[in-house]
């Protein structure tokens, strides 16, 4: 803010901002075990705690199968810039007029790289027996469970199974085109206004009366499925236009008593 003179005033505002988000590597494995007979749920002495029978000792390596495998690196960025200025002149000193615009412009890019694999029967990748590819946790003393429930578990172990199916070496990043879009915004408006203060009476009234002139345009642009594997790039592109008049009326009836218009 800056004053010019005793009556006039002006003020300008710029900001900008701008926000990464990246996950370089996210890995996840799944083991399995098919056609397991003799599991339980049992919740007759606790109807939120049940007591949990597998059927099959679940930190046995030697039963589970690797059965999937995703990994996906994404990203986005996120920025935006917002420029605005007025200018106030005092008509007299009850009547002030505003006039100014601003600016402001918005965008984010996202982006996705899969290499999401189930491995069926007869992959070279499914392995019986994960002795080797797996760790023991134990939940032990974690968790208020019923007795009698398991609480150590195998889990795959990411570095493990990345070596021995080589992961970055026979399962390449693929684009994922339903994940990579970018979206552009421009807002542009200006705006006059009036601010007064008089009295009805005895009673204090102060409002202002004004329009403003708004432009909003947006470009989103993404990828359209074109069925059989292929796709193609659109930017739907849009404008529209808005005149907003206000008016705003305030009478000081009291100290504690405001009515506004």
């Given at each position: 803010?800056h004053?010019?003179?005793d ?14 988000s990246?996950?370089?590597t ?8 098919e056609n ?8 007759r002495d ?6 949990l ?33 007025a ?11 505003q ?5 402001r ?9 899969r290499?999401n ?6 992959s ?21 469970i019923?007795?009698?429930?398991d609480?150590?578990?195998?889990t ?8 021995a ?13 339903n994940?990579?879009r ?16 008089q ?6 009234v ?10 909003t345009e947006?470009a ?9 594997g292929?796709?193609d790039?659109?930017t ?8 907003l ?6 009478f ?10």
């Amino acid at each position: 803010t800056h004053d010019f003179t005793d009556r006039l005033r002006g003020r300008l505002k710029i900001g900008r901002n701008k926000a990464e988000s990246l996950t370089p590597t996210n890995i996840s494995y799944q083991f399995d075990i098919e056609n397991v007979d003799g599991y339980s749920y049992d919740f007759r002495d606790n109807d939120r705690l049940p007591a949990l029978n597998y059927g099959v000792d679940v930190s046995d390596p030697s039963v589970f199968t690797l059965v999937e495998m995703r990994s996906n690196e994404t990203g986005g960025v996120f920025e935006l810039e917002s420029y605005s200025g007025a200018l106030e002149y005092d008509l007299t000193p009850n009547w002030t007029l505003q006039f100014g615009g601003e600016s402001r412009s918005y965008g984010f890019d996202t982006w996705e790289f899969r290499r999401n694999t189930a491995f069926g029967v007869g992959s070279p990748y499914r392995i019986t027996d994960v002795t080797g590819l797996g760790k023991v946790v134990s939940l032990n003393g974690d968790l208020d469970i019923p007795a009698g429930s398991d609480l150590e578990f195998i889990t795959p172990d990411i570095w493990a199974i990345n070596d021995a199916i080589g992961l970055y070496e026979n399962f390449p990043l693929e684009s994922r085109p339903n994940s990579t879009r970018n979206v552009q915004e421009e807002d542009t408006g200006v705006f006059v206004q009036l601010d007064f203060e008089q009295t009805l009476g005895s009673i204090p009234v102060r409002g202002n009366v004004g329009i403003r002139y708004a432009v909003t345009e947006t470009a989103p642009k993404g990828f359209l499925d074109l069925g059989g594997g292929s796709t193609d790039q659109v930017t739907v592109e849009n404008q529209y236009e808005d005149v907003l008049p206000s008016f705003n009326l305030a009478f000081d009836v009291r100290d504690d008593l405001v009515i506004r218009l």
